[in-house]
T-cell receptor
Framework: QKEVEQNSGPLSVPEGAIASLNCTYS??????FFWYRQYSGKSPELIMF????GDKEDGRFTAQLNKASQYVSLLIRDSQPSDSATYLC?????????????FGKGTHLIIQP | NAGVTQTPKFQVLKTGQSMTLQCAQD?????MYWYRQDPGMGLRLIYY???????DKGEVPNGYNVSRLNKREFSLRLESAAPSQTSVYFC????????????FGDGTRLSIL
């Protein structure tokens, strides 16, 4: 069974610090990796995607991918209270197809002022 | 630019009643999806439509039917609602079926009494 694992948290980080969110996946052939942010009572919002090994930076966000270790992470620099949300990791399956996107259950992040 | 629009936003039904959840996207996307999100269960795919004229079952299709009315619209029908179908329902769309990020609507909060 293809799985995406995330620590449910809550992960508590002081304002201004770096928040590090981690995700592991079971399908070695997975090709695409997405991070979504979901505020309480709202819908998931795409914030980052990464396809290749290494780092990808977008503003305060950096996605890191290590396919050999089947590990993807999201770093949030200079964390703000507005970053408090649940972060969902999503991974495509090696078989492709529309049903090939599996979501983790999310990590609840709390930024403490 | 509205993105993905879902109606209604809230609904309360009695057991055995039927209803249709509506979804429309204005991004000219080919693929559309219906998910449900329950506490502790994460996002689970109900049905998807890779392109206009096609639909396929996802992880949890029982008790639901879908119709891809045209490229813009994808509806989800509950023929005989059950309390186990109480959930938040999200519609999403993407450019294509493989390795593409999905964009979500605001959700429908459905309660079955």
């Amino acid at each position: 069974q293809k799985e995406v694992e995330q620590n449910s948290g809550p992960l508590s980080v002081p304002e201004g610090a770096i928040a590090s969110l981690n995700c592991t996946y079971s399908d070695r052939g997975s090709q695409s990796f997405f991070w979504y942010r979901q505020y309480s009572g709202k819908s998931p919002e795409l914030i980052m995607f990464i396809y290749s090994n290494g780092d990808k930076e977008d503003g305060r966000f950096t996605a890191q991918l290590n396919k050999a270790s089947q590990y993807v992470s999201l770093l949030i620099r200079d964390s703000q209270p507005s970053d408090s949300a649940t972060y969902l990791c999503a991974v495509t399956h090696s078989g492709g197809g529309a049903d090939g996107l599996t979501f983790g259950k999310g990590t609840h992040l709390i930024i403490q002022p | 630019n509205a993105g993905v629009t879902q109606t209604p936003k809230f609904q309360v039904l009695k057991t055995g009643q039927s209803m249709t959840l509506q979804c429309a996207q204005d991004m000219n996307h080919n693929s559309m999806y219906w998910y449900r999100q329950d506490p502790g269960m994460g996002l689970r795919l109900i049905y998807y439509s890779a392109s206009e004229g096609t639909t396929d079952k996802g992880e949890v299709p029982n008790g639901y039917n879908v119709s891809r009315l045209n490229k813009r619209e994808f509806s989800l029908r509950l023929e005989s609602a059950a309390p186990s179908q109480t959930s938040v329902y999200f519609c999403a769309s993407s450019v294509g079926i493989s390795n593409q990020p999905q964009h979500f609507g605001d959700g429908t909060r459905l309660s079955i009494l």
